[in-house]
Each structure stands twice: as C-alpha cells, then as structure tokens.
C-alpha cells in the first residue's frame, strides 16, 4: 500500500506522521461537515460548487469556513505528491471543530481541516446499462441536520448495509409521509416526459451534482420541477436515477419487485453524465459512458 500524503491544518505531510487528537469533537460527536469530490487528471471537479455548499453549513453550524487555504493550489499539490495526476481519484475535505470544550456548538478559533486524496476505481461502463437496484429502508430521515454534510453518517450506513442484506445496492431513505427523500448516499431524480422531477430538497442534501444535472437540462429548455414521490409511484416514470459526485448519473432499473428498466434509459444516462461531465470550461472532459 503506498504512503499517502495528505494536507492537516495548513500542512502537507506522509499519511503515517498526520495526528488528530482523541479529543477532537469530529471524533467524539460527529461535530463537523465533509465533502467528496471526484478527481480527474489533477484537479477536484465541481470545486466552487462543492465548497458553496460547505460554506452554507458552516455558517448554519457556527462552524469557521477556512477562507484562508487556497483549494486548487493544496488538492493540486496533494495530486502531485501523491503520484495520482493521471489517475482517477477521490477527494474529501473533513472540517470538524476541532479540540475545544462548551456545551452545544462552542466557536472555535481552530478547527481540524483534512484534505486527502485516494486512487478511485470508476464504475464499469456496464454498470451504467445494468443499472442499481434499490429497496426502501425502514426508517424516517429529515430533520434540520438533513441540508447538512455532517461527520454524523451512521443512519445513511446503518441504511445501506440494510440493502446489501437484502440483496440490493442501495436503500432510499424516506420521511415520515413516506414519501422518498434521497439514497444512502446520492440523489434522487426521475423523468417523466420532458420534465425532471427531484425531491422537495428542505429535508435532504442539496446534491451539487444534481444541481449541476438540473442546470444543464434547464438550459436546454427541459422543465424541473420539486415533487413528493412515495416509492411505489416511482413505477410511472420513464426513467430514475440517483446522481453524485463519484458515479455521476447512474440509473435505477429495479426498486424491491418492480422493474423500472424503460426503454431509452441507458440513450438518456449516457446523455446526462455527458451533459454534466463535460460542460464547456470544465476540466473533465474524455470521461466516457455507454451510449
């Protein structure tokens, strides 16, 4: 296994010399935000976007944004040091409090910031044509953490491992109505006709790679629209899929018995990743999927 470097607290060292404390409240109460970014021939896709929405949380969670750290030129550096410039990767930002005592969410003048960066295994073209299956878990998620991409990750977890036990990939999350959310870990969005439909987003994480899907398809004159959706009335649309950061748009061909392979869905995927991956002006160009 190669030795990684990673960036702590305004410092680039080896993996095996980086130090977090016991007392850190990431580490005791899940007290802090992350992001994950795909990384392509050097640099971190949908940067801004990705860092907009850690800054909204900070501020809701008192919690210091680190203007000061220069993104591009320390996940550039991280690139480099690890040998991963031509190399597909995963990048992830963890921001916690840090070691301070108080009660609720005390400010803090320093807090932890991680940056690190690790090789990534993309999807298999085929995945993109056999698509996920997805069944529902048993649960309500919501509540005013949910807009958030907090360190606390153990329900989205808990959730998925309840899917793998049943033989699927990945478990939609749902409100007290019932009515879907999102995934373990990514978005929800379904077609039907020339109109986009996603999640009511108040009680869910805002995706940035959803955001970008939605942009990409308005600006092509396709309509969006925010809707509740119960699991079963999932079986009308012409096509779902869940969308982040790391598979970009993937569709969803069965959830628990109903098959919701429809015609032109594996045309449309290849559509959409291409719509979002290879918008003008951003580095990601050459990422390729079926179709």
């Known amino acids: 296994m190669r030795n990684l470097f990673l960036y702590l607290n305004g410092e680039i060292l080896p993996e095996r010399d980086a130090r977090v404390s016991v007392f850190d409240r990431g580490f005791l109460y899940g007290d802090g935000l992350f992001e994950t970014l795909k990384g392509v021939r050097g640099r ?3 940067l801004e976007e990705h860092l907009a929405r850690l800054r909204r949380s900070c501020a809701c969670l008192q919690l210091p944004y ?7 030129t320390v996940i550039a550096a991280l690139f480099e040091a690890n040998n991963l410039t031509g190399e597909p990767a995963v990048v992830k930002i963890v921001l916690t409090r840090g070691v301070i005592e108080g009660r609720g969410l ?7 910031l991680v940056i690190y960066i690790r090789p990534h295994s993309e999807l298999p073209p085929e995945d993109y044509v056999r698509g996920m299956s997805v069944t529902v878990f048993p ?12 360190l606390a990750y153990l329900t989205s977890l808990f959730a998925r491992e309840y899917a793998i036990a049943l033989g699927f990939e990945e478990a939609l999350l749902t409100d007290r109505d019932g009515c879907v959310l999102e995934a373990c870990g990514s978005n929800l969005v379904w077609i039907k006709g020339n109109t986009l439909y996603v999640t009511p987003p108040d009680q ?3 995706g940035v790679t959803e955001s970008a899907l939605r942009d990409a398809l308005a ?7 925010e809707q509740s959706v119960l699991p079963e009335e999932l079986e009308g649309a012409d096509a779902v899929f869940l969308t982040n950061s790391l598979m970009g748009v993937i569709p969803v061909t ?3 018995d109903l098959k919701l392979n429809r015609p032109g869905y594996i045309e449309i995927t290849a559509r959409f990743n291409r719509l979002i991956f290879e918008s003008p002006g951003k580095p990601n160009k ?3 999927f079926p179709g």
């Open 254 to 256: 069965r959830l628990n």
């Open 66 to 72: 680190p203007d000061s750290v220069d993104w591009e």
């Open 106 to 112: 005390p400010w803090t003048d320093s807090p932890t």
């Open 286 to 288: 050459g990422l390729e």
């Open 139 to 150: 649960g309500s998620r919501g509540g005013p953490l949910a807009p958030h991409k907090t």
């Open 219 to 225: 600006a092509k004159g396709m309509a969006v629209r």
């Open 44 to 46: 971190a896709l949908m």
């Open 204 to 206: 869910r994480l805002p």
